[in-house]
């Protein structure tokens, strides 16, 4: 019973979190131009590139190390450290491949010289920041407690949100500010879960070389992968960078603002669900968790598409005045992130289980698709780049799973310990 409450106060914490959020982002939205919402989309898109190959493969070194020692303070400790070692040296080599394409963007889209050098420190401050963050939040997840990250994250969502309000209605607003504000919200989170960590497990203890070489393992087998998927994953904004117009980013990042509600249900999977996957055992008992999860992922998805499709005025009034012309795409958008919210989570799931698909399989596959597509579709229309989005997501889908089970066939049919 005490767990009962423990996560439903949880839930409801994060409930809150994600409509602050999910607000905040609208705020964004009716506040600035066009011209700067273009920029913004920008930056946030390719931000999250330079967290993915800031990582390459860490995470998954991590988690499968730290499900077997979770309990031990002292080996805790080194996986720590060495954990925060690797990720900051890849955090400067991702960030100096991806940020002279960021200012190329930028500057692009029409960003003066100016604003684009003052936006290429606070992307990697933000990248640095969850870097350090992801890997407190191993420990926590882990250790499962609860009740501070239901705490932690109403604190970062509300002071974020008041900020973004503050400047929004109270002062100003545009995308360096913007920008500013978010770069904020990850050094708090940073900060708030460093603290947590930090008392519980030795801190001071030495990088381990046998926790290097096992992470350095899951880098070599998961980089391919990853650096395809940094490419993949944020296609449709360099396209529409490429062939279409600011105002067309604008409206790309505008709708896509919709499909942000698929984050309502991220923590469910990210904290409570894939964790319990990864430590678990035993083929049927597995196999279930797995087609429990997904399916119950799939039919969300549908509802929400479905919904968004049948009501769009509720959706374009949020977007503003400045988006009204947009109802044609935002149910098409919402599939595409749909889409692209299941690829991560059946990505997630086998990653969390050391399963990484070979690359040599699943790269040319997708690479073969999406050549298909680029032939075919004319991406100076906005729709065509969403549409790309959506059918280029599917080949990776259909593999991932079938390497699924193929790996749960594998597995000793046992009872989890």
């Known amino acids: 019973m005490h767990w009962f409450w423990l996560l439903l106060g949880y839930f409801v914490a994060q409930a809150l979190a994600q409509v602050l959020g999910f607000i905040s982002g609208f705020i964004i939205v009716r506040n600035v131009t066009p011209g700067d919402y273009a920029l913004y989309t920008i930056v946030m898109t390719m931000g999250p590139v330079v967290t993915m190959l800031s990582d390459v493969g860490i995470g998954t070194g991590i988690s499968g190390i730290g499900r077997k020692i979770w309990q031990?303070?002292?080996?805790?400790?080194?996986?720590?450290?060495?954990a925060l070692l690797m990720r900051r040296r890849f955090a400067i080599l991702g960030f100096l491949v991806i940020g002279p394409v960021l200012f190329w963007m930028l500057v692009r889209n029409h960003a003066t010289y100016l604003v684009s050098l003052l936006l290429l420190p606070m992307v990697f401050a933000g990248t640095w920041y969850q870097l350090?963050?992801?890997?407190m939040r191993m420990?926590?997840?882990?250790?499962?407690?609860?009740?501070?990250l239901r705490n932690q994250g109403l604190i970062v969502s509300v002071s974020r949100f008041v900020l973004i309000v503050l400047f929004a209605y109270c002062i100003f607003i545009n995308v360096t500010l913007a920008i500013l504000i978010g770069t904020?919200?990850?050094?708090?989170?940073?900060?708030?879960?460093?603290?947590?960590?930090k008392p519980q497990i030795?801190?001071?203890?030495?990088?381990?070389?046998e926790y290097r070489k096992t992470i350095l393992s899951a880098v070599w087998r998961q980089a391919p992968l990853t650096v395809y998927f940094c490419i993949q994953s944020q296609v449709s904004i360099w396209l529409i960078s490429i062939f279409g117009s600011a105002h067309q980013v604008a409206d790309i990042g505008a709708a896509t603002r919709i499909g942000m509600l698929f984050q309502f249900m991220g923590p469910l999977y990210s904290v409570v669900l894939v964790p319990r996957f990864a430590r678990n055992n035993g083929r049927s008992r597995l196999r279930v968790q797995y087609w429990g999860i997904i399916t119950s992922q799939l039919a969300i998805i549908s509802v929400a598409v479905l919904f968004v499709m049948l009501f769009p005025q509720p959706f374009l009034w949020m977007l503003g005045p400045q988006y009204q012309h947009l109802g044609y795409l935002l149910w098409l958008v919402m599939l595409s992130s749909g889409i692209n919210s299941f690829l991560g989570l059946?990505?997630?799931?086998?990653?969390?289980?050391?399963?990484?698909?070979?690359?040599?399989i699943?790269?040319?596959?997708e690479v073969v698709t999406q050549i298909v597509l680029i032939l075919l579709l004319d991406f100076s229309k906005t729709v065509n780049v969403v549409i790309f989005a959506?059918?280029?997501s599917l080949p990776p889908i259909i593999f991932t799973m079938i390497y699924t089970m193929y790996n749960l066939a594998k597995e000793p049919e046992q009872v989890s310990s």
């Open 132 to 135: 350090t963050s992801s890997v």
């Open 184 to 197: 904020f919200g990850f050094g708090l989170d940073a900060w708030l879960m460093t603290r947590q960590v």
């Open 202 to 209: 030795q801190w001071h203890a030495p990088p381990n070389e």
């Open 390 to 392: 959506c059918l280029s």
């Open 139 to 148: 420990v926590v997840q882990l250790r499962q407690q609860i009740a501070f």
């Open 72 to 82: 031990d303070n002292e080996r805790m400790g080194s996986l720590v450290q060495t």
């Open 346 to 360: 059946t990505v997630g799931m086998n990653f969390c289980k050391g399963w990484i698909p070979p690359a040599w």
């Open 362 to 365: 699943s790269i040319p596959l």
